[in-house]
């Protein structure tokens, strides 16, 4: 494997294990940086890498959230059909593949998982993900019917795109079908962004599916046929996912700690830990079965992350009003309104994020230069 073939996880462990028997490629790994950051062409990729990254979250939370806002109990589909959203990226607590949606109608023990795709430069891997998202249903069917509420005796499997994709999608599931690659029937969702609103509805025109094959089994269909309208402003929408960007998830909870503190509920500027994991625990705003332990680990990671780029400190209690928790913390950035200090966390997290980005790209390059080196010792014995 390459160094271009690793993952950023992957290449800080390697760097890892290389600096620990060589220290000495640690400077140079310093100088590998400094020359980065002072080319302005490799700033300005790593800064529309970041921005690409935060946009596409968002467009796929975006997604996500309109599909599951057709389903919110209570709501027109589940009236109608029976059908409603049970939980965001079923079985995140084993780690094993998943999709973002799991709808359930309790009536028929039916449950439907949905992978959201806002681009699909490769149908191919869309499909595969869906299709080991319903295998790991099926392995931990008793665990996750027990989390659900409902037995799962019947699973279908859908796929939500822009209308505007749904063609390119077809396309790759009849040439799987074609070739006996399909190891499930995937429904297409098409989601509309209209002038009047958005909606949802089902495409049907396979060429080598009838109308039936290419339709749930159920009420459902008649519903998705007509459309769907998405009413996110009548209902309480979710705030993150389990795998939503930091950026998002930081963004979300640090808004509603800082909404407290305009009810004069502590100071501005500080916050406490029982604080921010209540928030991100809460199935209110993080619509999984499993919050407390999916919020528990999405805290961890983003209070990681949050400490090791500078945008919050520990205080001790003496330093501060707040009383409700063990840890308490301050921004480390200026502001006096909910809105700039907000505005300076997401600035600061931006100019964090790019500077990792380069600090990945000298890692690389220590890790190539070890590389070479190593050769060049080998050719010489």
């Not at 799987?176 to 509309?192: F, I, M, S």
């Not at 199935?283 to 090791?308: C, F, V, W």
């Not at 909910?338 to 790019?354: D, F």
């Amino acid at each position: 494997m390459t160094v271009d073939e690793l993952d950023d996880e992957e290449v800080r462990k390697q760097y890892a294990i290389i600096t620990d028997r060589v220290p000495s490629y640690k400077e140079r790994k310093a100088e590998c940086e400094d020359e980065l950051q002072s080319d302005d062409e490799v700033v300005e990729n790593a800064r529309k890498e970041v921005e690409a990254g935060i946009r596409n979250g968002r467009k796929h939370d975006n997604l996500l959230t309109s599909t599951i806002s057709a389903f919110l109990p209570n709501g027109s589909v589940q009236q109608q059909t029976g059908w409603t959203f049970r939980g965001a990226e079923p079985l995140s607590e084993y780690n094993e593949p998943n999709a973002d949606a799991i709808f359930c109608n309790p009536d028929r023990n039916l449950a439907l998982i949905v992978e959201c795709k806002t681009s699909l430069s490769s149908p191919g891997n869309a499909l595969t993900q869906i299709y080991d998202a319903a295998d790991a249903v099926r392995e931990y069917r008793d665990e996750l019917s027990e989390n659900i509420g409902m037995e799962i005796k019947r699973l279908e499997t859908a796929i939500c795109v822009p209308s505007y994709l749904d063609e390119q999608l077809a396309q790759r599931i009849e040439y799987e079908e074609q070739n006996g690659d399909a190891r499930e029937q995937v429904y297409v969702w098409r989601w509309h962004y209209l002038q009047e609103g958005e909606r949802i509805d089902l495409f049907t025109s396979f060429d080598n599916r009838t109308r039936s094959e290419a339709t749930h089994d159920s009420k459902l269909t008649q519903v998705l046929n007509s459309s769907v309208e998405i009413t996110k402003e009548r209902q309480a929408t979710p705030s993150f996912f389990p795998s939503s960007h930091t950026f998002h998830i930081m963004e979300a909870a640090l808004s509603q700690l800082l909404k407290k503190r305009i009810r004069n509920e502590g100071p501005l500027r500080e916050f406490t830990d029982t604080e921010l994991h209540n928030i991100l625990i809460s199935q209110r705003h993080l619509p999984h079965y499993n919050a407390n332990k999916i919020g528990t680990r999405i805290y961890d990671g983003l209070m990681d992350r949050l400490e090791s780029d500078n945008l919050v400190t520990t205080i001790d209690q003496e330093e501060t009003e707040l009383t409700a928790g063990e840890k308490f913390y301050r921004y480390r950035v200026r502001g006096r309104s909910v809105e700039t200090v907000l505005k300076n966390l997401q600035e600061k997290y931006r100019t964090k994020a790019i500077d990792r980005k380069i600090e990945i790209k000298a890692m690389r390059k220590v890790i190539e230069e070890f590389d070479e080196d190593q050769s060049s010792l080998g050719d010489f014995g």
